[in-house]
Every structure is written in structure tokens, then in C-alpha cells.
């Protein structure tokens, strides 16, 4: 089943423990993409990759790190969190870089994190 | 940065009842996607309309797109209670990124 997963789908965990938030798909995309969606916020994005050992910074990218090592996997990594980074993360794919052919997403279940 | 703003925040209505929501943006767009998220889940695509189309459906799916107001709507016809969700217009305007509104929060009570 063509499908985006991310692991954990929930995580609570304590101010500046390091984290990493996996990401995988398998439908040989090129395009991933991370999220974090908090009330009254909208979906606001954090860092996107268009290829391997090829990434870029979205809208609020402080306090993340992200790596493209390989094509289907694309780990969120959060190295000292904050109670300000409790949120729900998502992580999304796009088969395609060309805005003329669409570039729908394809979402994964969300990871709900918790920092205390 | 977000790019749409849908409108109402929030939608009650009845089964068997239409569902419209609006969508505004502020610069040119490439196209313009509709996105449909149950409580706490994942986004799943339900629709893509281009700068250059005025209107599509799918299924009971209406959306509309109107360039020079720079506007979209999304109708939902006959509605069921499991149409109850939130939905969100994204604005693809180019960059390697969709930029997502906030979203209306529909109820669709039986």
C-alpha cells in the first residue's frame, strides 16, 4: 500500500532531550516535506527536501534539523527541545518538483509531541 | 508564510444539506488544492484546480476558482455525517512549498 509513515505517533518528553521523529514513504518520491500544525496556526511548514542531500528551510524552522540520506526517509530531528515545539507534526510527499503537474501531497498520520 | 484564508472558520449544517467554504490568497497562484483532515489525522487531497480552470468536480465535489479575486470555493453537495472534518486550501504559488490556510471546521449533524 502506497503510504507515508512516521514514527512515534505520540511522544512526550522533557525540555532538551534529544529527539528524531522517522519519516518514510514508499512511493519512490522526490519531494518531503515537514509540518507542524498548532491551534488557531494553520499547518506552517519546516523544512523541505527535493532530493537526496538536498534540503531547504520552510517558515519556522528554528529548533529543527532535518537530513535526506536516503530517498525515502526524511527524519525530523529536534536536538534540545522546548515547550514551544509541542505540537503535531506531519510529515508529507510529492511524486513530482513540477508545479505544472500539481504537486498534491501525500500525508502521514501526524506525530502528537509533547515537551514538558 | 500562509497564503489562504478560509472562510467560515466554522460550518453546522444538516445531512443531506450543501457545505460551501471560501478560500482567499493574496499573490498569483499555480494552482490551488483542497485538503480534508479528520480529528487529529493526516490531510488527504481531495481536489486540484489550476490557475487557467474556472471550475471542477469530483464526485460530490464542487470547487471554484476565481483568479481575479484571487478566491476559491468548495461545495459540498448532499452531505453526510461522515463529511465532518476540517478543510484546507493550499496555494502551490511556485515555490518548493504549498502554503496552507487555517482551515474551516465542518459538522455535519444526521
Known amino acids: 500500500e502506497a503510504q507515508v509513515t512516521q514514527n512515534p505517533r505520540y511522544l512526550i518528553t522533557v525540555t532538551g532531550k534529544k529527539l528524531t521523529v522517522t519519516c518514510s514513504q514508499n512511493?519512490?518520491?522526490?519531494?518531503m516535506s515537514w509540518y507542524r500544525q498548532d491551534p488557531g496556526l494553520g499547518l506552517r511548514q519546516i523544512y523541505y527536501s527535493m532530493n537526496v542531500e538536498v534540503t531547504d528551510k520552510g517558515d519556522v524552522p528554528e529548533g529543527y534539523k532535518v537530513s535526506r540520506k536516503e530517498k525515502r526517509n526524511f527524519p525530523l530531528i529536534l536536538e534540545s527541545p522546548s515547550p514551544n515545539q509541542t505540537s503535531l507534526y506531519f510529515c508529507a510527499s510529492s511524486p513530482s518538483l513540477l508545479w505544472s503537474e500539481g504537486r498534491r501531497q501525500y500525508f502521514g498520520p501526524g506525530t502528537r509531541l509533547t515537551v514538558l | 508564510s500562509q497564503q489562504g484564508e478560509e472562510d467560515p472558520q466554522a460550518l453546522s449544517i444538516q445531512e443531506g444539506e450543501n457545505a460551501t467554504m471560501n478560500c482567499s490568497y493574496k499573490?498569483?497562484?499555480?494552482?490551488l488544492q483542497w485538503y480534508r483532515q479528520n480529528s487529529g489525522r493526516g490531510l488527504v487531497h481531495l481536489i486540484l484546480i489550476r490557475s487557467n480552470e474556472r471550475e471542477k468536480h469530483s464526485g460530490r465535489l464542487r470547487v471554484t476558482l476565481d483568479t481575479s479575486k484571487k478566491s476559491s470555493s468548495l461545495l459540498i453537495t448532499a452531505s453526510r455525517a461522515a463529511d465532518t472534518a476540517s478543510y484546507f486550501c493550499a496555494t502551490d504559488a511556485g515555490r518548493y512549498a504549498l502554503n496552507f490556510g487555517k482551515g474551516t471546521s465542518l459538522l455535519v449533524t444526521p
Open positions: 499573490t498569483s497562484i499555480n494552482n
Open positions: 512511493m519512490n518520491h522526490e519531494y
